[in-house]
């Protein structure tokens, strides 16, 4: 079955420093990966796709399908990064959404 | 509409009580999806729509849990006999198609405490 994995439930790093956040995923397919945020009272929402190719707030995501992941990553952290980043994952049409359980980021100054 | 719709925001209700969550997704969009995400904690997949095809209810935690769903149009989660671990926040999503290169637009969920 398909499955997600972030293995961090909370990475805490300091201002200007790299972040990488870490998602796995399990599926025989060909996948179409996201990544999700949610700051502190506000809604969950996209913040980029792999199809896409797009950096977004200075984050990328590149699609590793030997080592089936796909890290989120940003050279420089901001204290505006503080928040909850989910992983996605999703397959053919009719398939729903498959979400990881979450890291938190935490940038500290 | 301008997005995903919760109602309501906020709901305290008493052990035992059965409360009924409602939302309202973008117009036009076939998938829906309800999540749950307690404090501190990550999404928890609840149940899943699309079109008219037979609702994805794999994540229901028990069968005091239940949604209904009319058409492509509103959705409602019923909890029955509500218990104190049911308090979490209630996260519900659309998305034009479900697959490959689309985006699911998350409401502002319904908070339910149990008391």
């Known amino acids: 079955a398909q499955r997600v994995t972030q293995p961090e439930k909370l990475l805490s790093v300091f201002k200007g420093a790299p972040v990488e956040l870490k998602c796995n995923y399990s599926?025989?397919?060909?996948?179409?990966l996201f990544w999700y945020v949610q700051y502190s009272r506000q809604r969950l929402q996209l913040l980029l796709r792999h199809i896409s190719r797009e950096s977004i707030k200075g984050f990328t995501a590149d699609l590793n399908k030997g080592e089936t992941s796909f890290h989120l990553k940003k050279p420089f952290a901001q204290e505006e990064d503080s928040a909850m980043y989910y992983c996605?994952?999703?397959?053919?049409?009719?398939?729903?959404?498959?979400f990881g359980a979450g890291t938190i980021l935490r940038v500290k100054s | 509409g301008a997005g995903v719709s919760q109602s309501p925001s906020n709901k305290v209700t008493e052990k035992g009580k059965d409360v009924e969550l409602r939302c309202d997704p973008i117009?036009?969009?076939?998938?829906l999806y309800w999540y749950r995400q307690r404090l501190g904690q990550g999404l928890e997949f609840l149940i899943y729509?699309?079109?008219?095809?037979?609702?994805?209810k794999s994540g229901l935690p028990s069968d005091r849990f239940s949604a209904e769903r009319t058409g492509e149009s509103v959705s409602t989660l019923t909890i029955q006999r509500t218990q104190q671990e049911d308090s979490a926040v209630y996260l519900c999503?659309?998305?034009?198609?479900?697959?490959?290169?689309?985006?699911?637009?998350f409401g502002q969920g319904t908070r339910l405490t149990v008391v």
């Open positions: 117009s036009g969009h076939t998938a």
């Open positions: 996605a994952l999703s397959m053919e049409y009719g398939n729903k959404l498959v």
């Open positions: 599926y025989s397919g060909s996948p179409e």
């Open positions: 729509f699309q079109g008219n095809s037979a609702p994805d």
């Open positions: 999503a659309s998305s034009l198609l479900s697959g490959w290169n689309t985006e699911a637009f």
